[in-house]
């Protein structure tokens, strides 16, 4: 609910992470965390969340997102 809130991403992340740790392989969420993250420009946990995601339930775009962020960050 947070992430949709403006001025709301530090709320926003803390509530991916906790349900992250109750559900670590809950492949939607990583998904979602790495959408916030990515507003933040926090490449690194963005593609970290996006493998997980990936490796959790493989997915077409996921794993064209995940090598275009590759390409951009060489």
Do not use: C, W
Request: hydrophobic share 40%.
């Amino acid at each position: 609910a947070f992430a949709k809130m403006p001025g709301r991403d530090a709320d926003a992340a803390a509530q991916y992470e906790a349900a992250l740790r109750l559900k670590p392989n809950d492949s939607l969420t990583h998904q979602r965390f790495a959408l916030l993250l990515e507003k933040q420009g926090r490449t690194a946990e963005v593609l970290a969340h996006l493998e997980a995601a990936q490796r959790i339930q493989p997915n077409p775009a996921t794993e064209q997102k995940i090598e275009r962020l590759r390409a951009a960050r060489k």
